[in-house]
């Protein structure tokens, strides 16, 4: 599973449709064909929240960025709102054994510079992803993969229940392509997708284009101009005014959205779940004492009703899971507790403790209003706010005490959530390099199971550790909501927050 960062995931909840405008729906591509006979026709403009600084979908750290990629590259499986797996360039799939899954690949597929896609850019697709550090815990799962004829065969190095889950992040690059333009090929990249990019502004903008040589249903909308706008309220004026066709919105802004005849209004539930992180290698939050005195400093209810529309969650498996546990280990809200437990390692009024914390979001109201809870057990919190590619970096490489950040899952898989507490994903999902002997025998058992109730009992146990030595404070899970021209139609917005312009239209 790929987290998205908005630093920007069962499932069986779809997204409330509230217009007929937009489709939950989604349709597999089939075999070659002639395409539809009517071209493109009408331009869009989409608001997201950041542009990433690399095109390289291996490399991509945000579910803006996903977004965008979807739209130019194709993936070996997709996955409907209820986290079903469906096809994508594999039409079939099937696992021998337990170490053993077979894909059946497509035919037709070309990419943008016209080569069609073969069985080596596919192996090749997955080969690649060894030389990505943030993709070490996936091919640490891949013994080898082959392929034949429209077979390609993959061989995993242990049991694995998540194993093909994974693979809805594997996108499909042309190996020719990639080695002849080496480090250019994050600002220009080609896929198979039914849009190429023809304009790159790293940080501000990205401008797709309908490819006319799609050989599949060609896309209506002619080009989408992806803009970046951090600000939550900017995002809805600017499709208010019709700057933008679409927008995710804040809560704030839900009840203008849908009480403007000129817009379309869309919300639904999410995966997102968002988090305080704590580096645990690094003074002070190396001390479980304080990482529990920190949680029982966040009140998670009040900080949570800043922002309209969240949930509090106590796990950092996603809510809409049925792995998801509600642990009675977590702290709650308690200044006294908190207030002991910093006395007790030595920090008091006489001899603060004092830390950063980060932040990519600008101005944030709701570490504010901790900032301020801690001020009065003589907390002094100091936040700086980085640019997101530099908050990414810095975190990768333990660079920080305590951050706060949010993201959602686009797979539905279970061992991916559990990640954030296994040692082999240091620096990708396990951003706090939290360890624990227990949890990396109890994730084994995760990965190895052969049953859900086999599966959800590790993993309950996974999160009555991960909540008693409390590496990251879960915090909340949140609806989304969007606004959009109301002309804009059959726009597919997935529960994991990942939105799909393919087959869009303006009316």
Not at 201 to 206: L, Q
Not at 267 to 295: C, H, L, Q, Y
Request: proline content about 4%; some cysteine; hydrophobic content about 35%.
């Amino acid at each position: 599973m790929k987290r998205t960062c908005s630093l920007v995931l069962s499932v069986a909840i779809s997204m409330v449709l509230l217009i007929s405008g937009c489709s939950q729906s989604t349709t597999s591509q089939g075999s070659a064909s002639n395409g539809n006979a009517a071209g493109p026709k009408s331009d869009i403009s989409v608001v997201l929240t950041k542009i990433g600084n690399n095109l390289d979908p291996a490399e991509a750290n945000s579910l803006d960025t996903s977004t965008i990629m979807y739209h130019v590259y194709d993936t070996f499986i997709k996955f409907d709102n209820d986290f079903n797996i469906i096809p994508g360039v594999a039409k079939e799939w099937s696992q021998p054994d337990n170490r053993t899954i077979e894909f059946t690949i497509g035919e037709g597929y070309k990419f943008h510079n016209g080569d069609p896609m073969t069985i080596e850019d596919v192996v090749f697709s997955v080969e690649r992803l060894a030389k990505v550090p943030k993709k070490a815990a996936f091919m640490s799962m891949i013994k080898s993969v082959e392929g034949s004829g429209n077979k390609v065969t993959v061989k995993l190095t242990e049991p694995n229940s998540g194993a093909i889950r994974n693979f809805g992040d594997v996108f499909i690059v042309s190996k020719k392509y990639l080695q002849e333009a080496g480090e250019k090929y994050a600002n220009a990249p080609i896929g198979t997708g039914p849009y190429t990019v023809t304009e790159y502004v790293p940080g501000s903008k990205v401008v797709l284009k309908a490819w006319a040589d799609y050989p599949f249903d060609k896309a209506k909308i002619e080009t989408i101009t992806f803009k970046a706008i951090e600000e939550a309220s900017a995002k809805y004026i600017a499709v208010e005014t019709g700057d933008a066709d679409f927008a995710g919105i804040g809560a704030r802004d839900k009840s203008r959205a849908k009480n403007n005849e000129k817009l379309a209004y869309f919300e639904g539930p999410s995966t997102f779940t968002g988090f305080v992180a704590m580096n645990t290698t690094k003074a002070p939050f190396d001390n479980v004492n304080i990482r529990r005195a920190m949680a029982y400093a966040y009140n998670n209810e009040g900080i949570s009703a800043i922002t309209p529309g969240k949930t509090i969650i106590d796990s950092m498996v996603p809510k809409m899971f049925s792995t998801y546990h509600s642990s009675p280990n977590l702290p709650k809200y308690d200044l006294q507790k908190a207030k002991e437990l910093l006395e007790k390692e030595g920090f008091h009024a006489g001899n603060p403790l004092h830390f950063t914390a980060w932040t990519y979001q600008g101005n944030d109201p709701e570490l504010e209003a901790f900032q301020a809870e801690l001020k009065t057990i003589s907390v002094e919190m100091d936040i700086q706010n980085l640019e997101f590619g530099v908050f990414l970096e810095k975190m990768a490489n333990k660079e920080y005490q305590l951050l706060v950040g949010g993201w959602s899952d686009t797979t539905g898989n279970t061992l991916s959530s559990l990640e954030s507490y296994w040692s082999g994903s240091f620096g990708q999902m396990n951003i706090t390099f939290y360890t624990n002997p227990k949890v990396e025998e109890l994730y084994a058992k995760v990965k190895a199971a052969t049953s859900e109730a086999e599966m959800k009992e590790a993993a309950k146990e996974i999160q009555d550790i991960a909540a008693q030595d409390v590496p990251m404070i879960p915090t909340a899970t949140k609806m989304s909501y969007y606004a959009m021209n109301k002309n804009l139609e059959n726009v597919h917005i997935h529960t994991s927050g990942l939105v799909s312009f393919r087959n869009a239209s303006i009316k």
